[in-house]
């Protein structure tokens, strides 16, 4: 759910997982809750609506092209995890200025070059954290 890209710990999602994933009632376990630790365990649909579709990315004020817009405490490695991909970053850098940019969130969609044509191969999500 947040910027660091891990490969190891990190889930990977095959196209018919995607395909299903509103059928789909199995928890997964997706990390840990920044701040409380607990883990993160959701259906892929919940997980979705809860770190994917937060906010209407479509609709993102900031966009950028293989630069990150935002940071907090997570590691940003998106250039190191997918050294041949590019990524766009969809961001969000506050949603209440009141709140002086501790509300931000961000999600970026990875692609790769396969078989002559780039495809998505990672969406990175990104958010202020306590």
Same mark, same amino acid.
């Given at each position: +759910? ?5 490969? /190891? ?5 095959? +196209?018919?997982? %995607?395909?299903?994933?509103? !059928? =789909? ?10 701040? *409380?630790? =607990? ?9 979705? $609506?809860?770190?994917?579709?937060? $906010? ?5 004020? /900031?966009? #950028?092209? =293989? *630069?990150?817009?935002?940071?907090? !405490?997570?590691? /940003?490695?998106?250039? /190191?995890?997918?050294?041949?991909? *590019?990524?766009? =970053? ?8 009141? !709140?002086?940019? %501790? ?9 790769? +070059?396969?078989?002559? #044509?780039? *495809? %998505? ?10």
């Amino acid at each position: +759910p947040y910027s660091n890209v891990n490969f /190891e710990r990190d889930l990977t999602l095959t +196209p018919a997982q %995607l395909k299903n994933a509103a !059928n =789909d009632s199995s928890l997964h376990t997706w990390g840990l809750y920044d701040g *409380r630790g =607990d883990l993160i365990q959701l259906t892929i649909a919940d997980y979705f $609506a809860s770190f994917v579709s937060n $906010a209407d990315y479509t609709q993102a004020p /900031e966009i #950028a092209i =293989d *630069r990150i817009l935002m940071s907090g !405490n997570a590691l /940003e490695n998106v250039t /190191e995890a997918y050294p041949d991909g *590019r990524f766009v =970053d969809f961001c969000y850098p506050y949603f209440d200025k009141s !709140n002086g940019g %501790l509300d931000w969130c961000s999600l970026k969609l990875v692609f790769s +070059p396969y078989q002559g #044509a780039w *495809r %998505l191969v990672g969406i990175v999500h990104g958010q202020w954290t306590i």
